[in-house]
């Protein structure tokens, strides 16, 4: 099996990188946003660690979590931000290496995370590609296409890494600035880079 890691900070592009990747080949996405999203709704040790760190008001009605309060309540004190983190990456972690290790041994899986360097998952892949873009576009992705204010959106990108804390960690760089044409393009290079680097591995080895 063959896996990359996709990371870099929010609204960069990682999902373009992962949408693009899959038309190339890839047998799947684990995305660990949508892990934490069923997390949330199923998990009931999760929900619990959440109920007794943040209170009942991160509940809605109907029992499910509001992710629009805990955020903007983790997001304005960085020791709630780790309470949570303390609570949710465990469980990630778990939960992508239990899909990990049903996936078929010819298998090339992405595993989607913006916190892959700063845990467990990074040892669960072959590669790491971080995905950039420019602070003005970011912005522009969360205000107008998740809805946030500025100032939210600012907040959220402050508790963001910087690739120079793990430029050491990371094999290709993915400028997803410009236009979609250029993306591809350098996924499709980094690509047959990885497949030809492991084909010579696999030669060499016989």
């Known amino acids: 099996m063959l896996t990359i890691g996709i990371t870099g900070n929010i609204a960069c592009g ?7 990747l899959l038309t190339m080949g890839a047998t799947e996405v684990l995305d660990a946003d949508r892990v934490v999203h069923d997390l949330l709704r199923a998990d009931q040790d999760v929900r619990a660690a959440l109920l007794r760190v943040f209170g009942p008001e991160v509940f809605a009605a109907d029992g499910s979590v509001e992710r629009a309060t805990l955020g903007t309540i983790v997001f304005a004190d960085p020791r709630a931000l780790q309470a ?34 700063e845990g467990e998952l990074a040892a669960q892949v072959d590669q790491v590609w971080w995905v950039t873009a420019g602070v003005d576009q970011q912005i522009e992705r969360l205000t107008t296409g998740r809805g946030l204010s500025r100032e939210a959106a600012l907040a959220r990108l402050r508790a963001q890494p910087s690739l120079e804390q793990f430029r050491d960690c990371v094999q290709v760089v993915i400028d997803n600035s410009g236009q979609l044409a250029h993306t591809r393009m350098q996924v499709e290079t980094a690509l047959k880079d990885l497949l030809a680097s492991r084909g010579s591995a696999g030669k060499g080895k016989k």
């Open 14 to 20: 990682k999902s373009t990188v992962d949408a693009m």
């Open 84 to 117: 949570l983190e303390g609570i949710i990456h465990p469980a990630v972690r778990r939960a992508i290496r239990g899909r990990l290790a049903a996936m078929p041994k010819d298998a090339l899986v992405v595993v989607d995370a913006v916190k892959l360097l």
